[in-house]
Every structure is written in C-alpha cells, then in structure tokens.
C-alpha cells in the first residue's frame, strides 16, 4: 500500500527566508507523488506533480520539490516565503487501481505560518 | 460554473438526523470523488464514481453512508442516523479522467452533529 509521511505538522518561517517542508512516501510501483496547497476557507489546490518524468519539478508560486528515489522523499521548497504563502500544505501520492483510476493518498499535512 | 461546487457550505445537524451534501462538477469532468477531513488530518477517500457508477466505495465507512450520481454529473453524499463522530469537512472533488491523479477540488461542505 501506498503511504506518505509529513515530518512536520506546523512550519514557522520568516518573510523573505527559505521554505522546506518534508515529505517521505513509501510505494511499491514507481509513484507519482503530488503536493497540493489548502488556504483558509478555500480549495484544495494542486502546487505540483511527479509522474516519473525530470526529478526536480516546478509549480506554481514559485515553489519546487525534488523527488528523490535513494531517499524516498518528495519535499517542497521555496527560495523566499511571501505571506499569502501561509496555508495547509499536503503530500499526496497516487494509489494506481484496477479500472483505471488512481486513488489519491494524503499525508496528514503541515501548517505553514509566515511571519513579517 | 468554473469550479466544483458544493452546497451547503455548512450544515450542523442533531445526533441521529439524515443529512445529504450534493456535489456538481467541473462539467464535462467524467470522474467524480468523495473525501472525508476531519480537524487536523488529511482528507481520506470515501468513494469514486467514473460516470454514474461507484466504481470504488472501499472508503465509505458504514452502510449509514451512501453516495448516488444518478445522471453522470451531480453527486450526492447521503448520512443516515448521523453521529457525532461524523463531524468533519466533506470534500467533493472531479477530474477528466480517472487515472491522471489531478483532482480539482470545491470548498467542501462541513458538517456538525451535535
């Protein structure tokens, strides 16, 4: 079965300073793992996907993450945190099934607060 | 409209009442799931319907829960003799194909049983 872990429920940082928040998956195909934005009162919202294509991948507002096999992690990072970054964040891999659909798997999420 | 959605936005009920939460779409979007957010946790599948049917209902968590999408578009999440433990935010979500993984998600509808 397919699974991620978040390591950190809530995440502090300054404006203007780097984000990281961790994500380790455990899957027995070759995933594709997601990271997907939660704001206050609104959506969920997809940041990112990797479906075994380059390793490194690029979402929207500037953020990234590294899928990294050796180390079975998934984590998103940002050069430079701005406030209206502050939301949910949760890592999702993908649970292939019969019939053809995959089932989404989320992790339990991390709370990213960002200060002035 | 642009985006899934989900009415009512709210709905507080007593302990032992039926509850329905309707879900519409992306139009044109033929798959369609249910998601279940309790305070603090990630959102845990319910059920996926590929056009009317259930094709995946493993996540339901007793017979009181039962979803229908009798025309192929607007779901409906139906919670019989609702129970305390069965507060939470209820997520409807859509995509054009089942298998890509990218879901499109409404606001959700949270639900509180007193």
């Known amino acids: 079965a397919q699974s991620v872990t978040q390591l950190d429920s809530h995440v502090s940082v300054s404006e203007g300073t780097p984000v990281l928040l961790r994500c380790n998956y455990s899957?027995?195909?070759?995933?594709?793992l997601f990271w997907y934005v939660q704001h206050p009162n609104k959506g969920l919202q997809l940041l990112l996907k990797?479906?075994?294509?380059?390793?490194l991948v690029k979402g929207i507002n500037g953020f990234e993450a590294e899928f990294k096999k050796s180390e079975t992690s998934f984590h998103l990072t940002k050069p430079s945190a701005h406030m209206s970054d502050a939301a949910e964040y949760f890592c999702?891999?993908?649970?292939?099934?019969?019939?053809?659909?995959?089932?989404?798997?989320f992790g339990a999420g991390t709370r990213l607060a960002v200060h002035p | 409209g642009a985006g899934v959605s989900q009415t009512p936005s709210n709905k507080v009920t007593e302990k032992g009442k039926y509850v329905e939460l309707r879900c519409d779409p992306i139009?044109?979007?033929?798959?369609l799931y249910w998601y279940r957010q309790s305070l603090g946790q990630g959102p845990e599948f319910l059920i996926y319907?590929?056009?009317?049917?259930?094709?995946?209902d493993s996540g339901l968590p007793n017979d009181r829960f039962f979803a229908v999408r009798p025309e192929g578009s607007v779901s409906t999440l139906k919670i019989q003799r609702t129970e305390r433990g069965d507060s939470a935010m209820y997520l409807c979500?859509?995509?054009?194909?089942?298998?890509?993984?990218?879901?499109?998600f409404g606001e959700g509808s949270r639900l509180t049983v007193l």
């Open positions: 899957s027995s195909y070759s995933p594709s």
């Open positions: 979500a859509s995509s054009q194909q089942g298998y890509t993984g990218e879901l499109f």
């Open positions: 319907f590929q056009g009317t049917g259930a094709a995946d």
């Open positions: 990797y479906t075994s294509a380059a390793t």
């Open positions: 999702v891999v993908s649970e292939p099934h019969s019939g053809g659909y995959n089932k989404l798997i």
């Open positions: 139009s044109g979007h033929t798959a």
